[in-house]
């Protein structure tokens, strides 16, 4: 195990590379290079052929990717997920905020504005941008609860199981957060007696806060049973605006991080979990 | 499959209404909150605009390969042209024009869905499900009215009939594309609205969104209006740039609106106001692109470049209806249920103001006014455009109104607007003291001042007077009262292009020096600075000064002179200052066109200032239609410009209009600022700024020792 992880290790920068972006800017430069190329030595009339017949391919195989994400065949990518789960357009209202704020700091700064108004006004937009953090916040933490409830449902129902916190998984030895496929035997042995099952169940419900009672969904003979890890990613409840304001970006690059170097479980534990609830949700084919 | 070309496109458009519609279904059901539906919504849409460029270039391929079985192809190409030539011959005619309208609809829609990945999760559904149904109108419009694939009747002919001449120039080519980015992409700022209505997420959300888009709108309409009067200047032989035609017009309409949203979402954004102003003008926007296209493509207005005569009509009013209608609905919807839970079990947004105006000498009266007068405008020129039609309806009999009408009672409305374009930065939100405005006022009154006291005291003798004569268009009292205030119009420009230069110039000296006060720099660095720091603002000010440059460039019009004259080689006419020679006339061929050219030496003060050289082309495809070339000579101050009439080359004789049109070079160079300031604020701000928002919140909120 130590040397495969080591050799997991060694090569994880090439799992790092976004290849399916390399792989489009690739297809596209291709394209661009065979349409110049034609235009170059054949005209402009095999130029338009080329980029029609690269488009056409386009057009079919988006709306054949549509037509399969819409039947449930193709699982959410994280991306995706996390882009779902993202709150709508926070960003863009705290940037205009912030601006608002400086405006209104320059026409101090210019004589335009009485101190009475400055004070007023401020004290206005100060009072939205933290009311857009906290609600933001609130609004986060409520969706993680509700995602929370969600998962561990969801995880109980196909036999999986949820940690119940980070001390457990901290506690958990290293290795990757999906865990190896149970043996037939085991998987049988658990068939066979729906007893072994409760603990899992149980510990889904500790897992899920102020969440109901899970129902356990009933197994078809040979489902595979695996384990996942959920990770708490809500910001402690007295997180600065600092931490709140984190840029997405970092998120999404411990997003991707994690899920390529350890799967599909692991990525649950790193994304938002309204995320993960949606690409599991996605995945499995039912709405959330 | 060369040989089912025509087909081949037309099943391609086929397939283009069905993902369409398939991609609305999909995304009204994402609305919900499904992500895979959503997902594919987003697919769906994407995988629509591949469809379309396919289209695109199965029409540019027939145009390339002279597939002159398709009926557009043989109308608007031959085999002399040119590839660039064959390639803009995609929007020369109607049916092709809309396949490139639908396409750079397509464009942007897909630029927005792109943008809006992983945010405006709740209004995202609805915005590509409204995005869609503009794609749907389109491809139906295309499939059931004016079909680009559609074949001739019987075989196809060896050669095409050609792209009209007036359209074989530089700027033809590249003002209808620009001008079609600036309408296409008001789509995106409406699905916003539409979706923020639907949704009931009314407050700033949907505001911040569109502003960049409507923004760009903006940019693309004054470039290709722009390009436009360039085309019009050199090539219609009008003698001026702009002749208030209704394509112009229709055009001019949406720019008028969509820059009166641009400052009302300030106020949105600053004072949670106008918020049914916004949502009105951002539909307006929308809708006067439809009207636009309404107006010029179906046969109900005739212009010098409007397309021919079709039955698309019938189906731009039948969508204008809908969009009307919808966003009354909608509005109305959104007024009753403000505050109320919605679907998905969150409050809608009451659309109600969140303040009132406090004060007339606040920034938001200022911007209310000038928003007010920016739609009295809109409303004026969309009823004298439509004025043949109204007339037949109303009073039985046609009636026109020419250029003359508009220029009496425009010009007062828009410096009334350039008037409070210079006064509203000087003004704060919520209230102006009195010593706060009377400081800010001070420099720029005085400079207006001292320009109109210098126009008044010098204007005659510089050959720009002040005061000039006005034919009343009207012969009743209200003509007497415009003559009388128009006549006035020239000093009142000067002042005001005075007063907003110098406002202007004021705010980069405050903030400059504002600047230099916290931290040592050059002036020029905290210039820069300020122009990197805060786009918005100074880019705002550069479209100002563009503006105000424009409307001096205008106001020239009042200074020009012209005349008409036949002459014999040797006769001279004088126009203006200048004296015009009739050196004789000379004879050009080239493959496609003869080309007779009359030759006038200009003079000036008894110096030679250069040679002009109008031309009347007679091209062998179209003999029966001759072209007038203009021949102009540009120098800083003004323009001589002549079109020649008639040349009898056995008499030796020519018939002359000669213009001599002053500050026509500041005209451009408005235009040219203008847009570079919309560029400028519209560059994205830096990522550097973003990270450190918050610190910025806390060091505000620090010495006002508000808790954190």
Known sequence: VTHEATARSSWHWLQELPWRSYLGVGVGAGI????????????????????????????????WTSVRALVGELPMDVEDAYALAAPAGADDQKRALLRALEDLDYEKRVGKISEQDFGELG????????????????????????????????????????????TQEDELPAQPAVAEEPTDEESDAAMAAPAAGAPRRASAEKTAPGGGPTRPTPQPHGARTRRATTRRDTPRPQASARSAARPAERRTTLMRSSARSAGCGSTIAAIPPAAAAASAEASAGHEP | MWNSLPELGFAVLCAVLVTAAFTFGVAVRAADGRPRWLRSARLGAYGTIALVGVAVLILAYAFVAHDFRIRYVAHYSDRSMSTALLLAALWGGQDGSLLWWLFLTC????????????????????????????????????????????TVAGAAPADGRGLNYQLRNFYMIVHPPALYLGFTSTAVPFAFAVAALLTGRLGN???????????????????????????????????????WDPVENASLLPWLTATAYLHSITIQERRGMFKHWNVLLVCATFLLTLFGTFITRSGLIASVHAFSKSSIGTFFLAFMVLVVVGCLVLWLVALLLGGRTGLQGRRRDPLVNETGIESATSRESA???QNWLQFAITLFVMAATLWPTLSEWLLRRKATVGADFYNTFVPPLALLVIALMGLAPLLGWRRTSRELFVRSIRAPAIAALLAAGLHVGLGRRLGVPPF?????????????????????????????VAFNLTVVGQEFARGVRARRARQPESVLEALGSLLARSRRRYGGYLVHVGVAILFLGFAGRAWGTHAEASLRVGQKVQVGDYTLVYAGSREEHDEEKQMVFAELDVQLGGKGVGRLSPAKYVYEASPDQPSSEVGRISRWNEDVYAIVGLVDRRSEMASFQIHVNPLVSLVWLGLILASLGGLVAMWPEGLVRRAGAFGYVRRLDAPAGAAK
Not at chain 1, 132 to 140: I, K, P, S, T, Y
Not at chain 2, 478 to 487: D, K, P, Q, R, S
């Open chain 1, 32 to 63: 661009v290079l065979a349409t110049a190329l034609c235009a170059a030595l054949q005209g402009a009339g095999l130029a338009i052929l080329v980029l029609g017949g690269a488009g056409l391919l386009t057009a079919i195989g988006t709306l």
């Open chain 1, 123 to 166: 004290a206005r937009y100060r009072a939205e941008a933290k009311q857009l953090l906290g609600v933001d916040e609130a609004a986060r933490d409520e969706e993680r609860r509700a995602v929370e409830r969600l998962v561990a449902d969801r995880l109980a129902g196909l036999g999986l199981e949820a940690l119940p916190d980070r």
């Open chain 2, 107 to 150: 464009v942007f829609s897909g630029a927005a869905i792109w943008w809006m990945k992983g945010r405006y999760r709740e209004l995202q559904p609805y915005v590509i499900a409204t995005l869609m149904v503009v794609l749907v109108f389109l491809s139906v419009v295309m499939l059931f009215a004016v079909n680009p694939f559609a």
């Open chain 2, 205 to 243: 959300e949907w505001i911040v969104a569109t502003r960049k888009w409507m923004l760009f709108s903006w940019l693309f309409l004054t470039i290709g209006n722009g390009l436009g009067m360039i085309w019009a200047y050199e090539e219609l032989g009008w003698g001026g740039y702009w002749n």
């Open chain 2, 367 to 369: 911007f209310l006014a």
């Open chain 2, 468 to 496: 000039v004569p006005i034919e009343p268009v009207l012969q009743n009292w209200l003509g007497t009262v415009m003559a009388a205030i128009v006549g006035k119009l020239p000093v009142v420009t000067v002042a005001l």
